[in-house]
């Protein structure tokens, strides 16, 4: 008898930023507590893990880009010749990934099994530390961004609880996790996951890179907006846009609104500014970060 495969396709627009001077607490736990591995357990059900332990063969598509922060911050983990599009397949009991990347450079492969890294540049396979250490450390990533909670319970992580938070009126949960090993090449990483504590799904996390040399310290912040089920399965699809903001430099908020025929709507707010001349400015800098905007006037807006 042959078992029944289970294979998805859909498209994510993937983003993050640095979490500015953050740092993680110093850990006090030596084993998980069980109320954290509880609010895991929870979120990851709410999630789809039932679903996912079912999954057999996943395939991904990205579209987006690195925008101006991250190049500047560590060239060799985005490798941003090779990143524009991307596609990915993945066998969650095999632990077993496989990339395409496509970039103004060509294409760029990868493949993950286990603790094993391959990198091949236009079918060349590359035989430097830097590409295979930044390869593993993506290929880990992705899975605890579109995973959250059931990647870190796969992993077994340990746990413990933080003090809660509230985020724009919502109080949230948070479960510090260490991994270890911690992604790609790490002998340990840091997870903070904020839980919302009624739909128990994630919001948003921090994560360390201990992996590199060039991003060790360094605290990447992921904003957990959107979600979209597949297959059961609810995998994060975050805003864009917000992060294309983000990586600018600028303060931008979002308001969702539900929309007769058209679902949920997004509206994407900078501002208010002082001039016209300063407003000008700033739709120049998104302009040249692939984002079109629209200048009002506050009292214009006001009686919409």
């Given at each position: ?22 740092s ?10 069980t ?6 357990e ?20 990205y ?92 992993r ?58 060039s ?34 430099g ?28 300063d ?18 006037r ?7």
């Open positions: 008898m042959i078992a029944a495969r289970l294979s998805t396709v859909f498209v994510l627009l993937f983003a993050a930023a640095l979490a500015g001077c953050a993680f607490p110093t850990p006090t736990a030596t084993s998980s507590t109320e954290a591995r509880g609010l895991l929870a979120s990851a059900q709410a999630h789809g893990w039932d679903a996912y332990r079912r999954l057999k063969d996943l395939s991904i598509s579209e987006g880009q690195w925008f101006s922060i991250a190049p500047r911050v560590q060239p060799v983990l985005v490798d941003g010749q090779f990143r524009g599009t991307s596609e990915e397949r993945m066998l969650p009991a095999a632990r077993a990934i496989g990339q395409t990347h496509r970039g103004p450079g060509g294409f760029k492969q990868v493949a993950r099994e286990g603790e094993r890294t391959r990198v091949w540049y236009n079918g060349v396979e590359s035989s430097d530390t830097d590409p295979l250490r930044a390869a593993a450390l993506v290929a880990d990533g992705y899975r605890l961004f579109l995973f959250g909670p059931i990647y870190l319970l796969e077994d992580a340990l746990v413990e609880t933080l003090p809660y938070d509230v985020i724009d009126g919502v109080e949230y949960d948070r479960v510090y996790a260490r991994l270890r090993p911690g992604f790609g090449a790490a002998p340990e990483d840091k997870v903070i996951l904020w839980i919302d504590r009624r739909t128990k799904r994630a919001r948003k996390l921090w994560m360390s890179l201990e992996g590199l040399d991003t060790k310290g360094a605290v990447v912040e992921v904003d957990l907006l959107d979600y979209r089920a597949v297959g059961g399965v609810q995998f994060h699809y975050p805003e864009n846009l917000k992060a294309k903001i983000a990586f600018t600028l303060e931008a908020s979002v308001k969702s609104a539900e929309v007769p025929n058209k679902g949920t709507l997004y509206r994407v707010r900078l501002g208010p500014y002082q001039s016209l001349e407003a000008n400015r700033i739709k120049t800098a998104l302009s040249q970060n692939g984002v079109g905007a629209t200048i009002i506050t009292d214009e807006a006001k009686n919409r």
